[in-house]
């Protein structure tokens, strides 16, 4: 099955710093990224999600960029706020993929916890 | 539109006993998924349901089981708690043809 390895586990940077955190995954017919932003007390929030057909998203201060060829990809986030700081998951998909027995499953990294220092 | 709801958030219960989480999928939504996440294990699939039919499930035991109504709600069910089976459970909902998954505030359950 798929396996999804994520890094750093912990990221401290000061505010106005960019962060970046990084993932790769194992199964080559997954082809849908989705990052999700986890903060004390809620569930996770879709922020930015990526398709195999496309190598890179942006939305404001937020991009991911995706390297099938690697199997790997990234969450940017630049000109990083207080309240950016979360813990945040990468995960991985092969809804749709013939054959693949995906329906509904995300499968996802263990977590990256960001501080941004005011 | 109002987002996946989750019932109760909190829950306490003693080893043997059985319990019942509650999801209420974003309207128009019909497939529901449901995660464990805990500190060691992160989060990890527990099942899918579509049209009130489970069309794919994770590596748990039988005691954890689940089932859809035809509004789209979900239930899952833990017969016989353990106490690993403390965590946070969480239900996320995504239309017809997408993977797209928006996630509730999830249920904390502690055994003891």
């Known amino acids: 099955g798929e396996n999804v390895e994520q890094h750093p586990s912990t990221l401290s940077v000061q505010e106005g710093d960019s962060a970046v955190i990084k993932c790769t995954y194992s199964d080559s017919a997954s082809n849908y990224f989705p990052w999700y932003k986890q903060e004390l007390g809620k569930g996770p929030q879709l922020i930015i999600d990526i398709r195999s057909n496309v190598g890179e998203k942006k939305d404001q201060r937020i991009a991911v960029t995706l390297n099938k060829t690697a199997k790997h990809f990234s969450l940017h986030i630049t000109e990083t706020q207080p309240e950016d700081s979360a813990v945040y998951f990468c995960?991985?998909?092969?809804?749709?993929?013939?054959?693949?027995?995906?329906?509904?499953?995300?499968?996802f990294g263990q977590g990256t916890i960001l501080t941004v220092h005011p | 539109k109002a987002g996946v709801t989750q019932t109760p958030r909190y829950l306490i219960k003693t080893r043997g006993q059985q319990v019942t989480l509650s999801c209420s999928p974003i309207?128009?939504?019909?497939?529901v998924s449901w995660y464990q996440q805990t500190p060691g294990q992160g989060l990890q699939f527990l099942f899918e349901y579509f049209s009130e039919t489970q069309r794919n499930k994770g590596n748990f035991p039988g005691r954890f089981s689940g089932r859809q109504f035809s509004n789209s709600r979900s239930e899952m069910n833990v017969s016989t708690l353990e106490l690993g089976d403390s965590a946070l459970y969480l239900c996320?909902?995504?239309?017809?043809?997408?993977?797209?998954?928006?996630f509730g505030p999830g249920t904390r359950l502690t055994v003891l």
């Open positions: 995960a991985a998909s092969s809804w749709g993929y013939a054959g693949g027995t995906s329906y509904g499953k995300l499968t």
């Open positions: 996320a909902s995504s239309t017809e043809g997408t993977d797209t998954q928006y």
């Open positions: 309207s128009g939504h019909r497939s």
